[in-house]
């Protein structure tokens, strides 16, 4: 009796958060920060834009594109040479939002998740430069955690933070 006691609480806690789910896809987020990309060794400036969809309750998913960019002056054979390093992460984000678990003011989201994808890296010396390539160890793969929160200005404006270990950005949500 314990066990269908507790089975029955759990479906509907369960069902009452899927009936409060608010909708978080059809967003685009647009936003500007700090790239951590392996071997640069510092944080960068960054931009990131995705686009999120429903995938479940509480679930989207979001396609998105990311450019970070590193320049660096070098020494070499007596002349002073610059290198550039532009790294770009595509690839797909997912977010798990917490709202429908602890009833927060609707004018709060709070997300987890991950992020997959490849990193197009892009290195070039200025013109004139002979000495040895710079080969950094490059990782094709992209992939990192993150965290975050929205506030919702209006009911299709917001403002959001995502904290990450790859890439975390201040920006903007508009909700489509």
Not at 30 to 58: K, R, S
Request: charged letters at 15%; a neutral charge.
């Amino acid at each position: 009796m314990k066990k269908q006691i507790l089975l029955f609480s759990f479906l509907a806690f369960s069902m009452n958060c899927f009936h409060a789910q608010e909708k978080y896809g059809n967003t685009f987020n647009l936003g500007a920060g700090l790239g951590y990309y392996g071997y640069l060794g510092l944080p960068v400036p960054a931009l990131n834009i995705n686009y999120e969809f429903d995938l479940v309750p509480n679930v989207t998913l979001a396609p998105f594109a990311s450019i970070m960019h590193y320049s660096e002056k070098g020494y070499w054979s007596g002349n002073n040479y610059k290198y550039n390093n532009t790294v770009i992460p595509i690839g797909i984000k997912s977010y798990y939002y917490f709202d429908g678990l602890f009833k927060w003011d609707k004018r709060f989201d709070v997300y987890a998740g991950l992020s997959l994808g490849f990193n197009l890296a892009f290195g070039r010396w200025d013109n004139g430069y002979t000495g040895p390539a710079y080969s950094p160890a490059y990782v094709p793969f992209y992939y990192e955690l993150h965290a975050g929160g929205e506030y919702h200005f209006k009911e299709n404006i917001g403002v959001y933070l995502d904290l990450s270990t790859g890439l975390s950005t201040v920006g903007l949500a508009f909700h489509l």
